[in-house]
């Protein structure tokens, strides 16, 4: 939303493009089928749904097992394991389980943050329900509810915008663009557009109660009054040109951005994303501003509902994050990481989130292996984790392939054609996506109808059983689900278009051809091609066609 190239790959982008294939019109109940897929087609995967852990059995060292009631059931189980990871949000299996950890504003003394109250509080940022309107193309009438709140006055809503506004957040105020206003130029800020059908993130509360978990119901049903009284101040009260909407769908469940952060061993700080540090055990990556809500959120009247600290750039998180500093076998991953509060209003953001997850997933089943703890394994074999990150194309900033058993690194490459700075050697050059030294990617000169090829030529036979392509997508372009309609509309229809579509796979031992594989229709950005182990000295991808674009391209060729 913020950054060029900045897109968040991995599983993320896998589940994002699939979803683009299957779900292009982006029926927001359709993305759960989507996800569903995903889970039940993964191999070594098990899924438990409607099951709630209200157990945690640890001795405030290690955890040993945790119960667990599932509801449509009514069956009871207990799992154990090498590794444990919270992804509970709310840092519920950390709490359970005696792991330390902070609610609220740390004071200036606590990191030496500059943007920190002198005095620490509890303040966290609220919970928010949104609702969905639609354009029936007759006049609707609204009958507000007699539960819900009444807002009968415009002073309600200043700073709340519920129009069809563009606003983009300057310093310590928010400017409004007039209608039809260009904001390109505000591209290093955070621009947000609004209308009278997608819901409003400002529709929010929570955050200054006295307890932001335990109160948590009594939250939801403020906000339920809340949204019910907004839409009734849109329909009923004033022009917003919304004679014609209807309510369409109102969400039934709060979204949270806040509330208990576990201990890491290392914590994030506004420090670092402010000078977008590179850690030397980075594992993942933020770029979104440090957005901190007003804490009374809706009812902060008058005031700007959101302080935004935007950034150049992009910052890395560490391992020591993810790793809980005082539970050995407790790894963390979502909005509990372990971060300072400023820090987590960057990444608390579900794309952060994502690839932050695939992180931990990768090194808890890694240090299960070697049966280590998570943070006795990422000090050892921290370059192994990174390097296999980078292989399920886990984007880390400052770190490159370098992989041994990837037999491209050392090849000859060659292409049928290539454009000045986009040249075929790029493939292998350890990098995925642009940055401030070059394009990272070979891309053909405009495609004839025979297509165009790449070829790796090894110094001598190998065998080999796999070779992974990296294409690209556009890293700039949005490809998000949203419940937003306002969102969803500014995102292009269609599998993006600069990714390859049909290609081959070609396998040559001193110039004859032992193996190929065609592969059509490809909306994925990470292709893996298997093969029976053969022994081969050259590799020719052969592009026909893309999703659109009249040249091929691929950031990364590797070999296995």
């Known amino acids: 939303m913020r950054g060029v190239n900045a897109a968040e790959t991995g599983i993320l982008m896998e589940l994002q493009l699939e979803n683009k294939y299957l779900n292009d019109d982006y029926v ?131 700073y709340r915008y519920h129009g069809n506004t563009v606003v983009y957040h300057d310093a310590d105020d928010v400017v409004v663009l007039k209608p039809g206003e260009d904001y390109t130029d505000h591209s290093d800020q955070l621009v947000e557009k609004y209308d009278v059908k997608s819901g409003y993130w400002w529709i929010e509360i929570g955050g200054d109660w006295d307890d932001i978990i335990r109160q948590s119901e009594d939250i939801r049903w403020e906000l339920y009054r809340i949204v019910y009284g907004v839409w009734d101040h849109i329909k009923n009260h004033g022009d917003h040109g919304a ?14 951005r806040e509330s208990r952060r576990l201990t890491g061993k290392e914590m994030l700080t506004e420090q670092d994303i402010l000078a977008n540090r590179r850690f030397p055990d980075a594992v993942a990556y933020g770029g979104w501003p440090m957005d901190e809500h007003t804490a009374a959120g809706f009812m902060a009247v008058g005031q700007i509902p959101s302080k935004v600290r935007s950034f150049p750039g992009l910052y890395t998180i560490p391992y020591g994050s993810y790793c809980s500093s005082n539970i050995e076998n407790l790894m963390m991953a979502g909005r509990d990481i372990g971060c300072s509060k400023l820090a987590m209003g960057s990444t608390r953001v579900m794309g952060t989130c994502a690839v932050g997850g695939q992180a931990v997933g990768t090194a808890a089943a890694m240090a299960a292996k070697r049966c280590l703890d998570p943070w006795k394994f990422g000090w050892e074999n921290m370059d192994g984790l990174q390097q296999e ?28 054609s290539e454009q000045k700075g986009f040249e ?21 000169e405009e495609l004839k109808d025979a297509g165009d090829w790449i070829d790796l030529k090894l110094a001598k036979p190998q065998q080999i059983h796999q070779v992974r392509l990296t294409f690209d997508p556009n890293l700039s372009e949005e490809i998000c689900i949203s419940v937003s309609k306002a969102f969803i509309e500014k995102e292009k229809r269609g599998i993006p278009e600069w990714l390859v579509r049909d290609y081959d796979v070609v396998l040559n031992l001193c110039g004859r051809e032992i193996g190929r594989k065609q592969v059509e229709g490809n909306h994925q950005r990470l292709n893996i091609v298997e093969f029976p182990s053969v022994k ?8 026909h066609t893309t999703n659109g674009s009249h040249t091929a391209r691929i950031f990364e060729i590797r070999v296995y």
């Open 28 to 158: 927001y109940s359709i993305w759960d089928g989507v996800l569903w897929n995903a889970v039940k087609t993964t191999d070594n995967l098990d899924s438990y749904m409607n099951t709630t852990m209200d157990m945690v059995h640890s001795d405030g060292k290690r955890i040993q097992s945790i119960s667990c009631y599932q509801m449509s059931t009514e069956i009871r189980y207990e799992f154990s394991a090498k590794v444990y990871i919270d992804a509970t949000g709310n840092g519920t299996l950390g709490y359970f389980a005696g792991a330390e950890y902070s609610i609220g504003r740390e004071g200036k003394g606590t990191f030496g943050e500059k943007d920190a109250p002198d005095r620490p509080d509890g303040d966290t940022m609220g919970n928010t329900i949104y609702f969905v309107a639609e354009d029936t193309g007759h006049p609707v009438k609204f009958v507000r509810p007699s539960w819900a709140y009444s807002y009968p006055d415009e002073h309600m809503f200043k």
């Open 243 to 256: 004679a014609n909407y209807k309510l369409t769908w109102v969400g039934a469940v709060a979204g949270w």
């Open 389 to 416: 990150l980078l292989k399920n194309d886990c984007y880390i900033p400052g770190v490159t392939n370098h992989d041994d058993k990837d037999l491209a690194r050392n090849a000859v490459v060659s292409a049928g």
């Open 424 to 444: 075929a050697a790029l493939v292998l050059n350890g990098k995925t996506r642009p940055d401030e030294g070059g394009s990272n990617e070979w891309q053909s």
């Open 536 to 543: 081969a000295d050259e590799i020719r991808i052969e592009v």
